[in-house]
Nanobody, 119 residues
Framework: QVQLVESGGGLVQPGGSLRLSCAASVSIFMLDTMGWYRQGPGKEREVVAAITSAGGTNYADSVKGRFTISKEYAKNTVILQMNSLKPEDMAVYYC?????????????WGQGTQVTVSS
């Protein structure tokens, strides 16, 4: 069982920045794709950014050029750097990790961290 703990959410003004962290209870070398998702009020959960075990990245069109996902292997952490935040970025942000064990894939989720963008 992999535990994921997010941190770094909070209140920020439009145009501001936040840095979200997702700390895993295991070495992230053991995990496959890791990603950040978000769920705004009344909306479905959507993928924001993902990073593969090889370091390849993908972003939702709405955050391209503003958000950056990266890994800090020494801390078993995945980072989401969010710049130029907009009110529509306001949501609960969740970290997800995938683990492939043989033919079985396991998905793990964190508890979420609230991001509020408001003046």
């Amino acid at each position: 069982q992999v535990q994921l703990v997010e941190s770094g959410g909070g209140l920020v003004q439009p145009g501001g920045s936040l840095r979200l962290s997702c700390a895993a209870s295991v070495s992230i070398f053991m995990l496959d794709t890791m990603g950040w998702y978000r769920q705004g009020p009344g909306k479905e959960r959507e993928v924001v950014a993902a990073i593969t075990s090889a370091g390849g990245t993908n972003y939702a069109d709405s955050v391209k050029g503003r958000f950056t996902i990266s890994k800090e292997y020494a801390k078993n952490t995945v980072i989401l750097q969010m710049n130029s935040l907009k009110p529509e970025d306001m949501a609960v942000y969740y970290c997800k990790a995938e683990e492939q064990v043989g033919r079985q894939r396991y998905d793990y989720w964190g508890q979420g961290t609230q991001v509020t963008v408001s003046s």
